[in-house]
């Protein structure tokens, strides 16, 4: 993998974590509020945002049509599947997804996922990348959330109905999880780290796809999002931080 490689698209922290993480590993990284200004000499593009299906296609699609034939296009998948995604590009064999949850740093693996159309060469040139950053990876089926962040959004969503319809406090579900389960932090404070609308986006995605109405967002999750109240970014989820308590 030559320097000067790799380019972050995104504002969240997920993105914030992957330029430090890959500038940590040597690898000359740039991180880019949208598509427009990205390099055509870029090798691999990491698009770390979830979005609307209409920011979503945009971003792809100019990626497609400004990068190289050879650069591979890694691509958030928790809201859709790569296939979907790959569908609105003209180079599909380029497009893979992977999907993780912030801070990177306690993530020792990413999962990856191939839509029909990607190549085999573009899953590994992928799993070359993130090994350089340090990371396993595993692949798996092709599917809005892929693994790890579905599972984890049903636990939030679980609880965020419990908290919504009285069982306890935000803070006796937290503890029940923690010393219960022996869950590292409570559900309702891991989802403030993550940020709502990041758990929102997996929900709706899985429930678009399947139908299914246990993958319904608890209307609690939903309106929290709706009110921009997203968690530790905004100061205000299923918990309150003051100012300057958490850093973005």
Known sequence: MTKSSV????KNRLAVDLVALAKEKGLETTQLNDATAVSTTTNFV?????????KKRAVLQRLDASLPPSAIILTACLRFCVTQMASWVK????I???ATFYPLKERRLIELASGLR????????????FKALGKETVRVKDAAGLTFPRIVSLIINEAARSLEEGVATAEEIDVAMRLGVNYPQGPLKWADQIGLDE????????QRETGDDRYRAAPL???LVIAGFLGETS??????????QVKS
């Open 7 to 10: 380019a972050v698209i995104g």
């Open 46 to 54: 990491i698009d770390s945002e979830s979005g609307a299906e209409d």
């Open 91 to 94: 180079k599909p064999e380029r």
């Open 96 to 98: 893979v997804g992977f």
């Open 118 to 129: 990607t190549s085999e060469g573009s899953m590994k040139q992928a799993e070359e990348l």
């Open 199 to 206: 758990v929102l986006a997996v929900l709706e995605g899985l």
């Open 221 to 223: 999750l939903k309106n």
């Open 235 to 244: 100061g205000k989820g299923f918990y309150s931080y003051q100012e300057g």
